[in-house]
């Protein structure tokens, strides 16, 4: 890693501030986020201007604008989320190409808050049918379990001998 004034100053040079948006003026990603070449890596600028104004990002959280404007670099404009926000996020905005986020599940929960359970991998569930479905898997487990009822009690007796 440069020291980091190394590209505090390149920073300034692709800022244009405005009443309210501060638009980068210099390259931008195919999703319109201005970018900024660190070590010959593209880092994103609103990204950068966050660790500028706010200081370090915390692991696993993702910067997002309140402004809708992927170009602006307003401090004031920004705000930490996780990935699972972003990805929300862009689809509401529809930034991201996708299937329209569910807002409730196919059997009508809600799909937000407690109710919502967002896997590693960013798929959206339903955590109410979840517990259900893994309930019921739970049933055929101990249906299984109660057809091998003899073999079972014979294992039992052998771990407790
Ligand atoms: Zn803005
Ligand atoms: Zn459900």
Redesign the pocket.
């Known amino acids: 890693m440069p020291a980091p004034e190394a590209w505090r100053l390149r920073f300034w040079r692709y800022v244009q501030k405005s009443e ?3 638009l980068w003026i210099g390259s931008k990603n195919e999703h319109g986020y201005g970018q900024l070449s660190i070590s010959n890596r593209p880092a994103k600028a609103h990204r950068l201007s966050w660790e500028l104004h706010q200081g370090p990002i915390p692991d696993g959280k993702c910067v997002l ?5 992927p170009a ?3 401090p ?3 705000f930490l989320g996780t990935q699972a926000d972003n990805v929300l996020d862009c689809r509401q905005k529809g930034r991201q190409k996708g299937p329209p986020i569910r807002t409730h599940c196919s059997r009508g929960h809600a799909l937000s808050g407690e109710n919502l359970y967002v896997s590693p991998r960013g798929h959206r569930s339903c955590r109410m049918c979840r517990m259900q479905w893994m309930a019921a898997h739970q049933e055929e487990r101990r249906e299984y379990l109660r057809a091998y009822g003899a073999l079972r009690r014979q294992k039992e007796k052998r771990h407790a001998a």
């Open positions: 309210s948006c501060w604008h309140r402004c809708d404007n602006c670099v307003n004031e404009h920004l």
